[in-house]
């Protein structure tokens, strides 16, 4: 008999998820059939009496989320209200996740399917405010629920089926691509632009045309051309001038690391260790990995541009008395002691 229940459970459980989707890949409304199966479906498994309202916050510790079943068919009934513009009652359930003895597992993800509830009802003004509050607490390192979000609203911004005329959707890309950055995800936006053929336009904002400065520094690298290094430094130079930069200092940081590192090649060395300088304090804010390198450049182009001008002798004393303060044990520091 356990062992037939627990068929019937899982059975229900698969169910009540593809009379979900069954909805949602038909593009059905609201009060369709399918959206209504999946509800009363859930409702068994979760065993509320689908007459009844949801449970209250107080009772969540009292509802058996511990069990991963249990907390992801509570996942699909709020997706499912959600789909039935019942937005109260899909935000009731993931209070509920919040709330519960929810495992660590699922409760991390409960932000990224509240986002993704909100998005297939298409409530884009709700999202962007939802999407920009969990955004703004993002701080390295990443996990795959903060990954997972940031990648679902660049999805919703820029993906085949976004409308780039709706400027909502596109400040939800906007968002991710922010969000990706904050956390030093350097790498999936690449692959997000490269795969979902993201061009910059006269209204980008600082991710888009710090990836692109990015790429053209490296081409430049390659190139080892004046002409190419100019470019890479004009494209940086806007990202900086972006609105969104105030709220973006680590990323920021990096953007005026790699600049710095333009201007040094085009050997304008007092312009480079300026930048250098700026880069390290928000590099260094932000407990980024390359506050200690770009700390060393400040002190080594201030250096190399003693050897001809001695007034220079004291800011270089400055960078290394700072590579002392904040890494006395590092290979940098005892290069410049040396």
Not at 28 to 39: C, E, G, K, N, T
Not at 109 to 126: F, G, H, I, N, T
């Amino acid at each position: 008999l356990e062992r037939l229940q627990a068929i019937a459970a899982r059975t229900t459980y698969f169910t009540a998820w593809s009379h979900y989707f069954l909805g949602l890949v038909n593009d059905d409304p609201p009060d369709s059939v399918s959206f209504q199966l999946a509800r009363r479906t859930f409702f068994q498994l979760l065993e509320f009496d689908p007459e009844q309202s949801l449970p209250e916050p107080a009772e969540a510790e009292w509802l058996g989320l511990e069990s991963i079943w249990r907390s992801r068919a509570m996942i699909g009934l709020a997706l499912t209200l959600g789909a039935m513009d019942d937005l109260d009652g899909s935000e009731r359930c993931f209070r509920l996740l919040e709330l519960g003895n929810t495992p660590d597992e699922i409760r991390e993800q409960v932000p990224y399917w509240e986002l993704r509830s909100l998005l297939e009802a298409q409530q884009w003004k709700r999202a962007q405010a939802y999407a920009k509050r969990q955004v703004d607490s993002f701080r390295p390192p990443p996990s795959q629920g903060t990954v997972s979000f940031c990648v679902a609203l660049v999805r919703a911004g820029f993906g085949p089926l976004a409308a780039t005329d709706n400027q909502q959707k596109v400040m939800l890309g906007q968002l991710g691509l922010n969000g990706l950055a904050r956390l030093g995800q350097l790498g999936s936006i690449n692959k997000l632009i490269d795969e979902l053929s993201i061009e910059p336009d006269d209204d980008a904002g600082f991710i888009l045309l710090w990836a692109q400065g990015q790429r053209q520094f490296a081409a430049a690298e390659k190139s080892r051309k004046t002409a190419d290094y100019e470019i890479a430094a004009n494209t940086l130079q806007q990202a900086l001038r972006a609105q969104e930069v105030k709220d973006l200092a680590g990323p920021a940081g990096r953007c005026r690391y790699t600049l710095a590192w333009c201007i040094y090649r085009l050997d304008k060395l007092e312009k480079a260790a300026q930048q250098f300088t700026e880069a390290f304090a928000g590099l260094h804010e932000n407990h980024d990995e390359l506050a200690v390198e770009t700390a060393w450049m400040v002190f080594a182009t201030y250096r190399q541009l003693s050897e001809s001008q001695p007034r220079f002798m004291a800011l270089a004393s400055d960078a290394y008395k700072r590579l002392q303060q904040y890494y006395p044990d590092h290979r940098y520091t005892q290069r410049a002691s040396y």
